[in-house]
């Protein structure tokens, strides 16, 4: 059963999400399936969309979410651990990393407003495994003011995130006309993923950009 069909099939805790998520989630979250893996949601909701992360990675999984309601600690069972705090609470942040260590796996499904989603990247993404997966969804919000974003907002983390594209080719931009100083983007992610409404940033602890020529050049040869 894929995660799609448990969605569908869901008869516990409500979960709401956007159809076209769930090929994005199983594209990028799929190698952590039955592996040990920490998961952290910022968002709890109505406590169901934890339980499908537990049926999806799998017993040796550990999901923590966080959300600002207080209620939600019901929500806690095996597997699924519920903080409650905000999270553009760095000081709660650093509280969950102190107790869980760094996430293997951070998806942003909190307030939605690009305010609280611009402080949990800036604080966790530094601070997650080092190979890891930052997803944030319903980024589609970005584009409205009431959301602290706007068409042409900085605020907007997807305009954030296309700024990253050039962070990450900041080696690059020593040969053109405009220098991008490196950052944290720069030196640790490989990827960055643009899909409706969602960003996903894949980390890397090394990536070997040599140019090669196999075989070598060889002016003997015929």
Not at 41 to 66: D, L, N
Not at 103 to 110: A, M
Not at 163 to 170: K, R
């Amino acid at each position: 059963m894929n995660l799609y069909t448990y969605f569908i099939n869901n008869t516990g805790r409500q979960i709401i999400k956007c159809a076209h998520y769930f090929p994005i989630y199983e594209r990028y979250f799929s190698r952590y399936v039955n592996r040990p893996v920490t998961f952290l949601e910022i968002g709890t909701g109505q406590g169901g969309s934890a339980q499908m992360w537990k049926y999806y990675f799998g017993p040796m999984a550990r999901i923590v979410t966080i959300d600002i309601r207080p209620e939600c600690k019901a929500f806690e069972e095996e597997q699924i651990h519920v903080r409650i705090g905000s999270q553009s609470d760095t000081q709660f942040l650093q509280s969950v990393l102190d107790e869980f260590g760094a996430p293997d796996v951070v998806l942003d499904d909190g307030s939605h407003h690009h305010d609280d989603i611009n402080v949990s990247f800036d604080y966790l993404h530094p601070r997650m495994a080092r190979d890891g997966i930052y997803l944030a969804e319903d980024l589609n919000g970005g584009y409205w003011p009431q959301l602290g974003g706007g068409l042409r907002s900085p605020n907007n983390f997807i305009n954030r995130c296309k700024g990253f594209v050039d962070e990450m080719h900041a080696a690059a931009t020593l040969y053109g006309d405009e220098v991008v100083a490196e950052t944290d983007i720069t030196r640790t992610t490989s990827a960055i993923h643009f899909h409706d409404s969602v960003v996903v940033l894949e980390k890397t602890p090394y990536l070997n950009h040599t140019m090669m020529i196999i075989p070598p050049d060889d002016p003997g040869r015929a």
